[in-house]
């Protein structure tokens, strides 16, 4: 079956710009990951869904980042007034489920936010 | 912050040798992931070791895990081309939490 998709593969903004980056999980996915990635560093974790709620957002930076997933599928990740330090490759997983030691996650091929 | 620590950062070889890259982590941890990266763009799962597992082979992979050390390592045995790309280390601690911490990474070129 399909994989997880992100949407836009790139994103070019402008410093002070609002920005929205799309996830669509694996069908049936109750779990859903957000990551960030700069430039030679490990993927970060920001955020993950269990369903439609926000289980563990302690990695999101600052209140400028928010994401939601109100339906328990999609996921979006909003970023207000960007920052030239918030360009990176942004990650999205999916898994079956939080619970149990096979927690396999799937990734996504990411979003290259660029901010000028 | 990043737990996963591997070593080496860049590892070059010949088409045909083995690579082994290790990777250390700081707190225990419920199960320990190896990924791969090509291009710096999405990361494809190679394999899961659970804490109480000390090996694990799949097809020219095999892991090892040594939670006494911390440490895991990832040996790509009869390297070819298509393997060069990035790979990561990433723990998951458990004990309610559900992130991956990824280390910094080993970037592999294998040289045809």
């Known amino acids: 079956g399909a994989g997880v998709s992100q949407t836009p593969s790139n994103k070019v903004t402008e410093k002070g710009k609002y920005v929205e980056l799309r996830c669509d999980p694996i069908?049936?996915?109750?779990?859903l990951y957000w990551y960030r990635q700069s430039l030679g560093q490990g993927p970060e974790f920001l955020i993950y869904f269990q369903g439609t709620g926000a289980a563990d957002d302690s990695g999101l930076p600052n209140d400028r980042f928010f994401a939601v997933r109100p339906e328990g599928s999609v996921s979006t990740l909003k970023i207000q007034r960007t920052e030239r330090g918030d360009s990176a490759v942004y990650l999205c997983?999916?898994?079956?489920?939080?619970?149990?030691?096979?927690?396999?996650?799937?990734f996504g091929p990411g979003t290259r936010l660029t901010v000028l | 912050s990043q737990q996963g620590e591997e070593d080496p950062q860049a590892l070059s070889i010949q088409e045909g040798e083995n690579a082994t890259m290790n990777c250390s982590y700081k707190?225990?941890?419920?199960?320990l992931q190896w990924y791969r990266q090509n291009s710096g763009r999405g990361l494809v799962h190679l394999i899961l070791i659970r804490s109480n597992e000390r090996e694990k082979h799949s097809g020219r992979l095999r892991v090892t895990l040594d939670t006494s050390k911390k440490s895991s390592s990832l040996l790509i045995t009869a390297s070819r081309a298509a393997d060069t790309a990035s790979y990561f280390c990433?723990?998951?601690?458990?004990?309610?939490?559900?992130?991956?911490?990824f280390g910094k990474g080993t970037k592999l070129s294998v040289i045809p």
């Open positions: 069908s049936g996915h109750t779990a």
């Open positions: 997983a999916s898994s079956l489920s939080l619970a149990g030691v096979y927690n396999e996650q799937f």
């Open positions: 990433a723990t998951l601690t458990g004990a309610g939490s559900y992130q991956l911490t």
């Open positions: 707190t225990s941890i419920n199960n």
